[in-house]
Structure formats: structure tokens, C-alpha cells
């Protein structure tokens, strides 16, 4: 593999003479990276960035498997990659037809965004990307609008029809957020479905329906019962287990592709219950994860890693190649197929969901993981991964 030259790239970039691909990857980079810190790094940190940068890409290719894209100059490796005309699409030289192709398919997969289906009780369905702010709809004496920010949002008034059900489904590709009747703000992930109750108000419970992955805050609400005003459980029901909120917020990765379904708690407390036995269940902490396969395990996470999603980067701790790809398939909206046996392979890393799939995948060509881009009948193209 050709060898990387981080002090090539920053120079070129401060003389003007990198490739217009180059200059934004850069400065999407340095605007991502620095957004929310508010604070600039220092001539001294740019430059142990550098000299770190090129110590690591001196690695020889017989180095294991693993790439660290480091917290503060992950999207630079990123860019640096993207340098190097074999990482990405490595074929011989008889095929640079083939190679700029490929580029242009792979450049042309733009990012995901704010993408949703809103389906109604009556089956009515509304797409909420084309949808101008405001009132979409009103059912049942409620009225849903979007608002300004993309929200989706209810506000009741009269209710008259308690069982009615409303559904939020995002694409491949796309993310949204919605606020229920209660107040509960739910971020949805890519390839997510949540079905919920038009109002909660007549309801013991607060239960609502989980496919794919959501970030939930979850608002308080009391209920007058014979001893006082007790809390009404809010409860997340997804195909392999029930999650209980005992206090506010958590993610649920509840896929169907993924190994594993995963809670994981930023506040509060929650209990996860298997849904074939809920006498099978788990308490968590703040900080811990809820890992369901045939039994519950409980781990120590980086909440930071389990949110980066929520906070538009990929974050990479560790992470396999298979992992990595199925978050690609998602965001990027493609079918996934591998050649031949693929090792154990990891990432550790940063990389915006705001890139088009073309440099998320230079990204990874660094440990000569080969890519081609197949044209498909349908509308979703399909990555070859070889190593």
C-alpha cells in the first residue's frame, strides 16, 4: 500500500493546491471536530497532531489489522487516506476506467438525513421529509405538526378516540426526531420504527413498539390512585425484550441484523425484561449496557460511543469490520456482501455521518480493505468487501 504523507497534505493545503475533495473533507474535518468545543487548538497541539499523524502512517503494512483514527485528527487520517490512490478501489492499472466509476458511484451516495414516513391510524401516510412545517394532521382530537426545528409533534386537546395508534418510521438513510403525546422526546436511528399511542392519558401504562435503534428521553407523568399520585411506567417493547424506565434516559438497539440487543443508560434507571420470560431481567446503572442474546450480560460502556449516532459521527472503539459495515448499510442505504474470508478486523475512530460514502470508505481502504461498488435493479447499490 502506498505510504501516507501527512505533512504533504497540510502543506499542499495551506499553499491552495489540494484537490477540492481534499479541501472539504478537511474542513468538514476541522468544523466537526471543533464544533462544541468552542475552543481552537493550539499551534503546539496542531503540531504534536502532525507529528503523531506521521508517526503512526510510517506503520509497516504487516502491522495487525487495526486502524486508530485518533479523536482530534481522525477525519485528517481520514483525508489522508483518500490521498492514496490504492487504498480505495484497488484494481490494476487496465482497470482506471473501472476505478473513476467506482469513485463517482461511491462520491454520489450521499449521507443520510432527516428522512421519515408517518403513517395513521387509517392507514394514511405521510412523508415527513417533504412535509412544510406546521399542522400535518388532525385525528382524534389531537393535532400532529411539524415544527420549525423538524420535529414531529403532538398536541392534544380533546381527546376522543384513546386506542388510536400512530406509527414513525424512518428509511435507511434517514433519522428523525419526534416528540410524543406525553412529552417524550425520542430520537429514531436509521431503519427504525416506533408505534405509539395517540394519547397516554387513559392508559395505566405508557407502552410503545421498537424495530431498529432510539435514543429516548422520557417525560414524568403521575397518575391519582387510591394512595396518592403514583408514576405511570413508560415502557419500550421491541421483538426480544421489554424496557421498563425507571428514571429518564437510554438508547435501545434493537435491529434485527445485529447479534445482540442492547440497552444502555445515560440517567435514571431501567429495568430490562427478556420477553419470552420477564422473570428474566436486569436493573441498570447509569453507564451500563443490557447485552440480550440467549441471556442477559451486563457491561461497562462509553456513552459517548453508544450516542455518537444521536451527535452525527460514526465512533469506532475497537469496532469489527462486519459492525462498521451494517452502520454503513444503514446510513448510507446499501446492500452489503463480502469475498472470501474476512479475518477479525478493527477500527477505533471518528468519522462524520455528514461524508458521502466515498470517503467513509477510504477510510477503511487504509488496512487494504478492498471495495467495489456493484450497480443494482433496484434503487440501492451494492458494496463488494475483500480483503
Not at 55 to 67: T, V, W
Not at 285 to 290: D, F, S, T
Request: charged share 25%; proline share 4%; net charge neutral.
Amino acid at each position: 500500500m502506498k505510504k501516507l504523507n501527512a505533512k504533504d497534505l497540510l502543506d499542499r493545503y495551506l499553499a491552495g493546491n489540494c484537490t477540492e475533495e481534499e479541501r472539504a473533507l478537511l474542513e468538514s474535518w476541522h468544523l466537526d471536530r471543533t464544533a462544541g468545543l468552542n475552543r481552537d487548538l493550539s499551534m503546539e497541539e496542531r503540531n504534536q497532531d502532525i507529528d503523531e499523524v506521521w508517526e503512526r502512517l510510517q506503520l509497516s503494512e504487516e502491522e495487525p489489522r487495526r486502524i486508530s483514527l485518533w479523536p482530534r485528527i481522525a477525519a485528517a487520517a481520514v483525508l489522508l487516506l483518500s490521498l492514496s490512490a490504492a487504498v480505495f478501489f484497488y484494481v490494476s492499472k487496465t482497470q482506471k476506467s473501472s476505478i473513476a466509476a467506482q469513485r463517482a458511484i461511491a462520491k454520489s451516495i450521499g449521507p443520510g438525513g432527516n428522512k421519515a414516513i408517518l403513517t395513521l391510524d387509517d392507514g394514511t401516510r405521510i412523508s415527513l421529509s417533504d412535509a412544510k412545517n406546521g399542522t400535518l394532521a388532525s385525528q382524534s382530537g389531537v393535532e400532529i405538526s411539524k415544527s420549525k426545528d423538524g420535529q414531529l409533534v403532538y398536541h392534544l386537546s380533546n381527546v376522543n378516540k384513546p386506542n388510536t395508534y400512530n406509527t414513525i418510521s424512518t428509511p435507511n438513510g434517514g433519522q428523525y426526531q419526534v416528540v410524543l403525546p406525553d412529552g417524550t422526546r425520542v430520537w429514531l436511528n436509521a431503519g427504525s420504527s416506533l408505534r405509539f399511542p395517540l394519547t397516554f392519558d387513559q392508559l395505566s401504562e405508557r407502552k410503545v413498539e421498537l424495530k431498529g435503534e432510539a435514543y429516548f428521553e422520557v417525560a414524568r407523568q403521575l397518575k391519582q390512585q387510591k394512595n396518592g399520585m403514583e408514576r405511570v411506567p413508560f415502557i419500550v417493547m421491541t421483538p426480544t425484550q421489554d424496557v421498563e424506565v425507571l428514571g429518564t434516559h437510554f438508547n435501545v438497539n434493537a435491529y434485527a441484523d445485529e447479534p445482540a440487543g442492547r440497552t444502555t443508560l445515560l440517567e435514571g434507571s431501567v429495568r430490562v425484561s427478556k420477553k419470552t420470560d420477564a422473570a428474566v431481567h436486569m436493573v441498570l446503572k447509569p453507564g451500563e449496557q443490557a447485552i440480550l442474546k440467549d441471556k442477559f450480560t451486563m457491561a461497562k460502556v462509553d456513552i459517548e460511543e453508544v450516542m455518537s449516532w444521536k451527535n452525527g459521527f460514526f465512533r469506532f472503539n475497537e469496532t469489527d469490520l462486519k459492525s462498521v459495515m451494517r452502520q454503513a448499510s444503514r446510513w448510507y442505504n446499501v446492500d452489503v456482501v463480502y469475498e472470501g474470508d474476512i479475518p477479525p478486523t478493527f477500527f477505533t475512530g471518528d468519522v462524520p455521518r455528514t461524508v458521502n460514502a466515498g470517503a467513509f470508505l477510504d477510510m477503511l481502504g487504509y488496512l487494504n480493505v478492498k471495495f467495489k461498488i456493484e450497480k443494482q435493479t433496484n434503487t440501492r447499490n451494492k458494496i463488494v468487501v475483500s480483503l
